[in-house]
């Protein structure tokens, strides 16, 4: 069964302290991976899709990679406003499997 | 350009009433798809819809229902509700079926439903 799996479930970091988050998925014939950011109360902005193994995408302090079982998002000298809850994604077939999400909170 | 709209953003309703909440998709999108979304059980997804007829159907009660108009604006519907439903229900729109190869969806700000 497809399974998208986000670790850890929660991570405090303080301010400039630079961290991963990781989306690992099991999936056959995966179509596209994405990365969303919620705040409480909203609904999921998007942030990023990558395709294949091996693609990165940057977007201020946020970096995207992808392996054939999973991907990261890079958080690099995180500020307080990047806490949120960031939701991993996998499409494949005709299914968008999301996961449960990381919980950040960075500290002033 | 305008986001994802849906309305209205918050309502209550009472077990065994029927709530009908409202979709208007990014302009150009056809594709709107609508996922529940609760603490406990995460981001799920309901039903997608692509040129008025529904593309794909989750794993939810018959129940849910949804529909979409000509001009892409969609609606779901909830019969006889449960104090189960109490969720954030989100609709999200993109260009294309959102089974089409890495078609990326974006989501509007929810509705908020309670049921008491």
């Known amino acids: 069964e497809d399974q998208v799996t986000q670790s850890p479930e929660a991570l405090r970091l303080q301010e400039g302290e630079s961290s991963s988050l990781n989306c690992s998925y099991t999936v056959s014939g995966l179509r596209g991976l994405f990365w969303y950011r919620q705040d409480p109360g909203k609904g999921p902005e998007f942030l990023f899709t990558?395709?294949?193994a091996g693609e990165e995408k940057e977007k201020e302090r946020l970096k995207a990679t992808l392996t054939k079982k999973e991907s990261f998002l890079h958080i690099t000298a995180p500020k307080p406003e990047d806490s949120a809850t960031y939701l991993c994604a996998v499409q494949a077939n005709n299914d968008m499997r999301f996961g449960a999400g990381t919980r950040l909170t960075v500290k002033p | 350009k305008a986001g994802v709209t849906q309305t209205p953003r918050y309502l209550i309703k009472t077990r065994g009433q029927q709530v009908t909440l409202s979709c208007s998709p990014i302009s150009g999108h056809r594709s709107v798809s609508w996922y529940q979304q609760t603490p406990g059980q995460g981001l799920q997804f309901l039903f997608e819809?692509?040129?008025?007829?529904?593309?794909n159907k989750g794993n939810f009660p018959g129940r849910f229902s949804g529909r979409q108009f000509s001009n892409s604006r969609s609606e779901m519907n909830v019969s006889t509700l449960e104090l189960g439903d109490s969720a954030l229900y989100l609709c999200?729109?993109?260009?294309?079926?959102?089974?089409?190869?890495?078609?990326?969806?974006?989501f509007g700000e929810g509705s908020w439903l309670t049921v008491v």
């Open positions: 819809y692509f040129s008025e007829t529904q593309r």
């Open positions: 990558l395709y294949s």
């Open positions: 999200a729109s993109s260009l294309v079926s959102g089974s089409r190869s890495g078609n990326t969806i974006y």
